[in-house]
C-alpha cells in the first residue's frame, strides 16, 4: 500500500510528518489523508514530490514496478546484544532487497525507543551502506554504555547527533560521534512494528 511505503521512508529518515509537509510544501492534512488511507491514489504532484525527497522513483511508492534486487532471509537480534560479537539468533526474518549490502535485523527489546519505536517492533539496518547526512543509525557509545537509534548530521565527514538535555525541556546540543569508541552498527533501512513469531 501506498501509505505503508510512505510511513517505511519518513521513520527511517526520522521525520515527522509536519517536517515532510514544509520540506516538500504539501499541506499536512494532505499528507495524513494518505497516511490514513483515506486519501487511495494521491495526486501525481504530490508524489512526484515525495520521489524527489526520499530520492526514489514513483513506482517505488505506488508499487507498480520494483527494482528490489532480491529477497533475502536475515537473522533478528536483540537490540540490547547487537553491538557484541557473540550474539544470539532470536529468528529470521525475509527482507526484499533494495540495495546491495549486508543485512541484520535488530529486535526492539525495551520501551526505551518509544514511540518512535515501540517495544517488539524490528529495525533492518545495512551494515555496510555508506552514511549519508541525514541518515538514521544506529550506534553503540561505549562512553555512554548505550545503543542510541538516531538521525545524524554529518559535517566535513564528523557525524553529530542531536540530544535534548534531560533537565531543560528545549535545550539541545550535539553528540559527536566518534568511531572506533563509537562503534557504528549500521544505517537503518526499514522499521517493522511486529516482532516476527
Given at each position: 500500500?501506498?501509505?505503508?511505503?510512505?510511513?517505511?521512508?519518513?521513520?527511517?529518515?526520522?521525520?515527522?510528518?509536519?517536517?515532510?509537509?514544509?520540506?516538500?510544501?504539501?499541506p499536512q492534512a494532505t499528507l495524513q489523508h494518505?497516511?490514513?488511507?483515506?486519501?487511495?491514489?494521491?495526486?501525481?504532484?504530490?508524489?512526484?514530490?515525495?520521489?524527489?525527497?526520499?530520492?526514489?522513483n514513483i513506482t517505488d511508492i505506488i508499487g507498480?514496478?520494483?527494482?528490489?534486487?532480491?529477497?533475502?532471509?536475515?537473522?533478528?537480534?536483540?537490540?540490547?546484544?547487537?553491538?557484541?560479537?557473540?550474539?544470539?539468533?532470536?529468528?529470521?526474518?525475509?527482507?526484499?532487497?533494495?540495495?546491495?549490502?549486508?543485512?541484520?535485523?535488530?529486535?526492539?527489546?525495551?520501551?526505551?525507543?518509544?514511540?518512535?519505536?515501540?517495544?517488539?517492533?524490528?529495525?533492518?539496518?545495512?551494515?555496510?551502506?555508506?552514511?549519508?547526512?541525514?541518515?538514521?543509525?544506529?550506534?553503540?557509545?561505549?562512553?555512554?554504555?548505550?545503543?542510541?537509534?538516531?538521525?545524524?548530521?554529518?559535517?566535513?565527514?564528523?557525524?553529530?547527533?542531536?540530544?535534548?538535555?534531560?533537565?531543560k525541556m528545549v535545550e539541545i546540543s550535539l553528540?559527536?560521534?566518534?568511531?572506533?569508541?563509537?562503534?557504528?552498527?549500521?544505517?537503518?533501512?526499514?522499521?517493522?512494528?511486529?516482532?516476527?513469531?
Amino acid at each position: 500500500m501506498c501509505s505503508d511505503k510512505i510511513k517505511a521512508l519518513l521513520l527511517a529518515r526520522g521525520e515527522s510528518v509536519r517536517e515532510l509537509a514544509r520540506a516538500i510544501n504539501v499541506p499536512q492534512a494532505t499528507l495524513q489523508h494518505i497516511f490514513s488511507g483515506k486519501t487511495k491514489k494521491p495526486r501525481s504532484d504530490v508524489l512526484a514530490k515525495l520521489a524527489e525527497y526520499f530520492s526514489v522513483n514513483i513506482t517505488d511508492i505506488i508499487g507498480t514496478t520494483s527494482h528490489l534486487l532480491d529477497n533475502e532471509e536475515i537473522n533478528v537480534y536483540a537490540l540490547k546484544d547487537c553491538h557484541l560479537e557473540n550474539r544470539t539468533v532470536l529468528s529470521k526474518i525475509v527482507f526484499e532487497l533494495s540495495e546491495p549490502g549486508n543485512y541484520i535485523a535488530l529486535a526492539i527489546d525495551s520501551d526505551e525507543y518509544a514511540p518512535f519505536l515501540p517495544k517488539a517492533s524490528v529495525i533492518i539496518i545495512n551494515t555496510s551502506k555508506k552514511i549519508e547526512d541525514r541518515n538514521t543509525i544506529v550506534f553503540f557509545s561505549s562512553l555512554e554504555s548505550k545503543i542510541f537509534i538516531e538521525r545524524i548530521i554529518l559535517e566535513n565527514g564528523t557525524i553529530y547527533i542531536k540530544k535534548k538535555s534531560k533537565k531543560k525541556m528545549v535545550e539541545i546540543s550535539l553528540l559527536k560521534v566518534q568511531p572506533p569508541r563509537d562503534k557504528i552498527l549500521g544505517v537503518v533501512m526499514e522499521i517493522r512494528y511486529k516482532l516476527p513469531n
